[in-house]
C-alpha cells in the first residue's frame, strides 16, 4: 500500500470514527441542546471544560439516546434539593455523582443502560455529574464548582 493510500485510509477512517462515536454538540438531545453550556468546573485541585445542563428541558433529557460518553456532563440544580435520575432512555450505563449544596461530593450511584430504576439521592444536591460507567470519579468530599466563565465547547459528549 502506498503512503499516500495509507494516509488517506487513515484520515477517512477517522472521520467516521469522529461521526459516529465523536465528540459532537450533536450528541446532546435536541430539545436540550440549547439548554447546555460549556463552562469551567473546578473538581477537586484540577478544571475542566465541560458541559453543563442549565435549562429545565436539559435537566430532563441529560444523556438520553447518547451512544458514547467522552466527557462528564454536569446538570446544575438550583436551588439544592432531593433529586432522582433514571436510565430508561440512555443506551450507555453511567455512574453518578450526587454534590451537595456545600459543593461537596457525598455520594454515587450506578445505572444499567435503559434501566427503569430511580437513583435517588438521600440529601439535597445543587450539582449532579453523569460519568461513563468505570470511569475515574472523584472523591468523597472533593469540591466541585461550576464557575460562570464559558469555555471552549469541547469536540462533544
Known sequence: MTMRRALLLGLVGFGLAVLL??????SIPPAAAAGVQWREVDIGAGQECLPVA???AALREG??????????MVFDIR????SAFWMHDTRVPLSGVWVNDRSRVFGYWHGRARSDRLHRSVLPVSLVMEYAAGAQLPRRGTRVFVTSAPCNMGPGL
Open 63 to 72: 444523556l438520553m439516546g447518547i451512544r458514547a460518553v467522552l466527557e462528564p
Open 79 to 82: 436551588p439544592a434539593k432531593v
Open 54 to 56: 442549565l435549562s429545565a
Open 21 to 26: 462515536f465523536g465528540k459532537s454538540a450533536r
